[in-house]
C-alpha cells in the first residue's frame, strides 16, 4: 500500500528545528538570530546594527513590528552610496 | 463519496444542461479542482476565442478533496481564458462555495454561451436551473448574496457572483462569496459578466461518504497539529495576512510609488499591530474567523472606524489591500486601507491588480504622461487618499477618460496613454505585479516572470526561501518526492538553485491546487507544513484512492504542463514582454534604494536571470524557447491532447 501510516513525513520531522523566544534579524546576509528580553520593545542587531521595534504575540513568541525608521534609513543610505555612489 | 461527484456542462444560450460523471483515470490523471479544470479549459475552448464571447468556458470546480473529512478543503476554483491578459485565466478562493456545490452533488461546472437576459445558475441536490436575475443584477457582491438567499426562501445558500465591476467587464474583475473571499486576479468577474451570469447559487444536503472515515478522523487530528503548531499560522491566526507585508515591508521588499521605493516608511499606521487594533476596537476580541474547515483563521473582521462609510462591516484587510491601498500608492493610512477594501470587495474588483494601476497612473502623472485634463480635474499624485478611494470608484464604473482605460488593464491602457507609459507598467503577461518587489530575491523574481497567470506569487513562490533555512533543511524539503542533488543556497540575495526550488514549488502550489485545500496549510509560508509525503494518507483515507507522492508529483507537473500548453496556444513566447516570461527593464536597471543594508542597491543581474529561465525551462521538460520536448509530454501523457476525454 502507497500508505505507510506510521512513518514521520519531511515536513513532520523539521518541526523539531523550530525555535521559540527568538527571530531572525530582517537584513539578508546577516538574519543573526536575535532573542529579545520578555517585555522588550526594541532590539538592536549585534551583528549589522539593524535596530527593529519588537511585538508579542504572545509571552515567549516575538516578533518584528518593523525597523526603527530613523535608524535603518540612515545605514540604508550609507550602504547605497557605497554601491552607487550619488546617483 | 467524493469520487462520485459529477461534472455539468451547461449552455447559458441555449438552456441546456448535461450532467456526466468524472472517470477515474480522469481522477487519476488530473485529479480535480485547478488541474481537472484547465483540461477542461484546453479541450473545450478554440485557439483565439474571444475572452468576453459566448465560447469562453467559464469552469468552476472544487478539489478532489472538498467537503470530505480532510482540513481546509474550502477552495473554490474558477477558470476561463483571461479578458486581462488573453491567456489563462485562474482564480482561486476560499469561504464555503465549493463545499455546498460538493453536497449539492458537483465537483465541476463547464459554463458556455451567454445570456439573453441577467441570469444566475441554482444548483440544488443534483438539480440545476437557470433562474432570472433582474432583481439582482446591479447589486453589490454581498447584496447580490443576500438577495438570491432571500429569493430562495434559504439562508444557507451559498453563492459565488460578480458584482458590479463584472457586469462593466472590467478586465480585472473578480468572482466573489461571501464578504470577502476574492477570486482574484485574471478577471474571471469579467467573463461571467460578458455571459449575463450574475450568479451561481448552491445549496447541497447530499452526503459524502468517506473511504476509511474512523482512519479519515484520526489522521486528520495529526495534520491539524501539524498545521495549527506551525508559528507562522499561530502568527496568522493573532494577525492575520497582514503581517506578510508587515515582515515583507520591514526588509524592504514591498513596491511603493508604484516601482520608485521598495518600502513603505513610517508605515505604522497600517503595520499588523495598528490593525488588529481597530479590528478588536470594532468587533471585540473575538475578531478572527475562517474558512471552512480550516483551524488557521486567518481572516479578521472589523468596521470601518471613520470617515463616510463609518460603522461599515468588512473582513480582512489581507495583506494585498495594505499593499494596493496603503503602500504602492505612498498612503499608509488606516482608514484609506480599511475603506479602499471595503470598496472593491463590494464591486468585485482585484485589490492587487487596482491598486497597482492606480500607482502607475501616479507615477504617469508625477511624470507628465498624463494631466490632471485626462483625470477630470483629479490631483492624482502619490499621497493621495482621496484620489485613491476616488479612483476605485470610477474604475468599477469606467467613470472618465483614465479610469476607463484602466478598467482594460495595463497593457490596452498604455497604448491609451501612449508614450513611454508602458515602460513603467510592473506586469507579466499583461497581469500587474503584487505589491511585492523582487529585485534583492532573484528566485522571487524567476517566480513572477515564469508563473502561469502573469506575475503572481500564488503560482510558485519560494517564499520559506526568505528564512534563511540551513542548507540541509533545504534538501530535506527540496530533495523530496524527487530527489535534486544539485546546490541550494540559504541566500534569498542568490541565484543558485532557485530555479529548482521555483519549479518544486509550482509543482506543490498546482498539488494543493488540485486537492482543494488553501495554501497555508502546504510549504507556502511555513517549512513544517505538510506537502507531496503528507498527501498521499489524506487523499487514500478519505477517497480511496491511493497514490504514491511521485504519482502525485508527476500530477502536478502534468496539470502545470496543461496549461503551460493552454498559454502556448494563445501566444505565450519566451521574452516577449506583453505575453512572455520576461520583467520589465526596471528589475535589471534601477536599484533599490531602502530597505535593510544588504536589500539596498540591488538588481537583478540579466545574464543570471536568463540562465534562471534556461534552468527552469530544463526542470520542466522545456526547450531553450519555452516549448515542451516531445519527450516531456510523451513522459507526462500528454502526446494527444487536447483528447477530449471529458
Not at chain 2, 478588536?280 to 472589523?302: K, L
Not at chain 2, 478598467?407 to 496613454?417: E, L, Q, W
Not at chain 2, 508563473?451 to 503560482?459: K, Q, T
Request: proline share 5%.
Amino acid at each position: 500500500m502507497a500508505v505507510d501510516t506510521n512513518k514521520e513525513s519531511g515536513a513532520e520531522s523539521l518541526r523539531k528545528t523550530r525555535t521559540y523566544g527568538k527571530f531572525r534579524c530582517h537584513n539578508p546576509t546577516c538574519m543573526g538570530r536575535l532573542e529579545p528580553k520578555p517585555g522588550d520593545d526594541h532590539v538592536k542587531c549585534p551583528v549589522c546594527t539593524s535596530e527593529f521595534r519588537v511585538a508579542w504575540i504572545k509571552e515567549g513568541f516575538p516578533r518584528i513590528r518593523g525597523p526603527v525608521w530613523e535608524v535603518n534609513k540612515k545605514l540604508a543610505e550609507e550602504a547605497f552610496k557605497k554601491r552607487w555612489g550619488d546617483k | 463519496m467524493s469520487l462520485d461527484r459529477k461534472i455539468a456542462y451547461i449552455n447559458l444560450t441555449t438552456g441546456d444542461v448535461e450532467v456526466k460523471p468524472i472517470p477515474l483515470d480522469v481522477r487519476r490523471k488530473f485529479l480535480g479542482g485547478r488541474g481537472l479544470d484547465a483540461y477542461l479549459l484546453l479541450n473545450h475552448s478554440e485557439k483565439g476565442c474571444d475572452p468576453l464571447g459566448p465560447d469562453n468556458p467559464l469552469i468552476v470546480s472544487g478539489g478532489i478533496l472538498t467537503a470530505t473529512c480532510a482540513s481546509a478543503t474550502a477552495r473554490t476554483h474558477v477558470m476561463a481564458k483571461s479578458p486581462l491578459t488573453g491567456l489563462l485565466g485562474s482564480c482561486n478562493m476560499g469561504g464555503f462555495f465549493a463545499p455546498e456545490m460538493a453536497w449539492a452533488g458537483f465537483h465541476h461546472l463547464v459554463i458556455k454561451g451567454k445570456a439573453k437576459k441577467p441570469s444566475y445558475i441554482y444548483i440544488h441536490n443534483g438539480e440545476i436551473q437557470i433562474r432570472d436575475a433582474k432583481n439582482i443584477w446591479g447589486k453589490t457582491t454581498t447584496d447580490a448574496q443576500w438577495a438570491i438567499r432571500d429569493e430562495l426562501d434559504d439562508q444557507e445558500v451559498k453563492s459565488l457572483v460578480c458584482g458590479p465591476a463584472g457586469e462593466n467587464l472590467v478586465a480585472f474583475a473578480n468572482v466573489m462569496t461571501g464578504i470577502k473571499n476574492a477570486g482574484g486576479r485574471t478577471g474571471m468577474g469579467a467573463v461571467m459578466g460578458s455571459k449575463n451570469l450574475k450568479a451561481i447559487a448552491c445549496r447541497g444536503t447530499m452526503d459524502i461518504n468517506i473511504a476509511h472515515p474512523v482512519e479519515a478522523l484520526e489522521y486528520n487530528k495529526r495534520f491539524i497539529d501539524q498545521i495549527t503548531s506551525a508559528k507562522v499560522n499561530k502568527t496568522q491566526g493573532t494577525l492575520g495576512t497582514p503581517m506578510i507585508w508587515g515582515a515583507t515591508n520591514s526588509w524592504g521588499g514591498v513596491r511603493t510609488r508604484n516601482f520608485q521605493y521598495n518600502q513603505c516608511e513610517y508605515a505604522d499606521d497600517i503595520e499588523p499591530e495598528a490593525i488588529d487594533d481597530i479590528c478588536e476596537d470594532t468587533m471585540g476580541p473575538y475578531h478572527m474567523s475562517g474558512c471552512f474547515g480550516c483551524q488557521v483563521h486567518c481572516r479578521a473582521q472589523y468596521r470601518i472606524p471613520s470617515g463616510p462609510l463609518k460603522g461599515k462591516y468588512e473582513e480582512g484587510p489581507e495583506y494585498t489591500s495594505q499593499g494596493a491601498f496603503g503602500g504602492e500608492t505612498d498612503t499608509p493610512r488606516a482608514e484609506t486601507v480599511l475603506v479602499g477594501n471595503h470598496l472593491v470587495d463590494q464591486y468585485g474588483m482585484d485589490n492587487l491588480e487596482t491598486g497597482s494601476l492606480i500607482s502607475w497612473a501616479m507615477e504617469l502623472y508625477e511624470k507628465g504622461i498624463i494631466s490632471s485634463k485626462d483625470t477630470d480635474g483629479l490631483d492624482l499624485r502619490f499621497g493621495n487618499d482621496e484620489a485613491v478611494l476616488e479612483m476605485i470608484e470610477r474604475i468599477c464604473f469606467r467613470k472618465g477618460k483614465v479610469a476607463d482605460a484602466l478598467a482594460n488593464g495595463g497593457i490596452p491602457a498604455s497604448k491609451t496613454f501612449g508614450k513611454d507609459s508602458f515602460s513603467y507598467l510592473i506586469q507579466v503577461k499583461g497581469m500587474s505585479n503584487l505589491h511585492s518587489d523582487e529585485r534583492a530575491t532573484p528566485g522571487l523574481a524567476l517566480n513572477i516572470a515564469t508563473s502561469s497567470r502573469g506575475s503572481d506569487h500564488l503560482r510558485s513562490r519560494p517564499a520559506i526561501d526568505l528564512y534563511h533555512l540551513p542548507e540541509e533543511v533545504l534538501q530535506k524539503i527540496y530533495g523530496s518526492p524527487i530527489p535534486y542533488d544539485g546546490k541550494l543556497s540559504s541566500e534569498h540575495t542568490e541565484y543558485i538553485g532557485k530555479p529548482w526550488q521555483v519549479f518544486w514549488q509550482e509543482n506543490c502550489y498546482m498539488g494543493v491546487d488540485c486537492l482543494g485545500i488553501c495554501k497555508y496549510h502546504t510549504t507556502f509560508l511555513g517549512a513544517t507544513l505538510p506537502n507531496y509525503e503528507d498527501w498521499p494518507k489524506v487523499l487514500y483515507y478519505n477517497t480511496g484512492l491511493e497514490f504514491t507522492p511521485e504519482e502525485l508529483w508527476d500530477i502536478s507537473r502534468r496539470c502545470n504542463m496543461i496549461e503551460r500548453l493552454f498559454n502556448l496556444r494563445e501566444g505565450l513566447t519566451r521574452n516577449d514582454l506583453e505575453k512572455g516570461d520576461m520583467l520589465n527593464h526596471r528589475y535589471f536597471d534601477e536599484p533599490t534604494r531602502r530597505g535593510a543594508i544588504d536589500v539596498v542597491g540591488r538588481v537583478i543581474d540579466k545574464k543570471k536571470f536568463v540562465k534562471m529561465v534556461d534552468e527552469f525551462y530544463e526542470h520542466k521538460g522545456l526547450d531553450k524557447k519555452g516549448n515542451p520536448k516531445t519527450e516531456t509530454l510523451k513522459q507526462l501523457g500528454l502526446e494527444n491532447e487536447p483528447s477530449h476525454m471529458l
